[in-house]
């Protein structure tokens, strides 16, 4: 992840397209709809957008015909949602498979569904329930949310790869094989991700807090706490 151009067979490449396209169309309509409610989240989604970007363009070797790195989905899928950080991803991975040649175009669809669908959808849940259940702290919760989201990301990228390539027929040995040699980058990025990821979020609540207060994100209690910190 990202799965470089022309690497997976164009079957695989066809069926991930059309997995992906239908989250990213509903993205955008939650997208429009949450712009037309509040124009003041536009600055946030494009900062949002930003980190995701800049964190997964920084690429380390890894499996043949693919990388390790961050996603920095984490963020967004914390503050708006999987449709909308489905929206942000898709634009992301276009971009960087035009201008830098990192994943690629046949590819878009198989990378967008691992980075921008299910790895924030699942992080996104975790955020849900660590926020409403388990009482969390915004930090600790986003730290949790942006690795859960960047290891999501690679277990899916495992079992795409597997997929198109399995391993003497088996597509659980290739899995395994994969998510392995992941695993001994990505565990890592995945704690620092999340350690960075968190003091965003906490830095955000400190200068603009007024625009995650209106999504739902903290109450007044938690803003006044996160600011008195840095006091």
Not at 63 to 86: I, N, R
Not at 126 to 145: K, M, N, P
Not at 184 to 195: F, H, S
Request: net charge positive; charged share 10%.
């Amino acid at each position: 992840m990202h799965i470089m151009e022309g690497y997976l067979p164009i079957e695989w490449c066809v069926l991930w397209a059309v997995l992906s396209a239908p989250c990213v169309i509903y993205g955008l309509w939650r997208m429009k709809q949450m712009i037309q409610q509040d124009r003041r989240v536009l600055p946030l989604m494009a900062v949002c957008g930003a980190f995701v970007f800049v964190l997964s363009a920084l690429k380390i070797p890894s499996v043949t015909g693919s990388c390790s790195h961050p996603t920095g989905t984490g963020l967004s899928a914390s503050f708006f949602g999987p449709w909308v950080t489905a929206v942000l991803g898709t634009i992301v991975l276009l971009f960087q498979a035009i201008l830098l040649a990192h994943g690629g175009l046949t590819t878009l669809g198989a990378n967008v569904f691992s980075m921008a669908i299910v790895g924030p959808f699942v992080a996104w849940l975790v955020f849900v329930a660590l926020r409403r259940y388990a009482h969390a702290g915004l930090g600790l919760s986003v730290f949790i949310t942006a690795a859960v989201a960047n290891l999501v990301t690679y277990t899916v990228t495992s079992l795409q790869l597997a997929l198109a390539f399995p391993a003497d027929g088996s597509i659980l040995t290739a899995f395994i094989a994969f998510a392995t040699i992941f695993a001994v980058t990505q565990i890592p990025l995945a704690i620092i991700e999340g350690i960075i990821c968190g003091l965003v979020a906490k830095y955000i609540v400190r200068v603009k807090p007024d625009i995650l207060k209106k999504l739902g994100i903290i109450e007044d209690a938690e803003i006044a706490k996160i600011q008195g910190e840095a006091a």
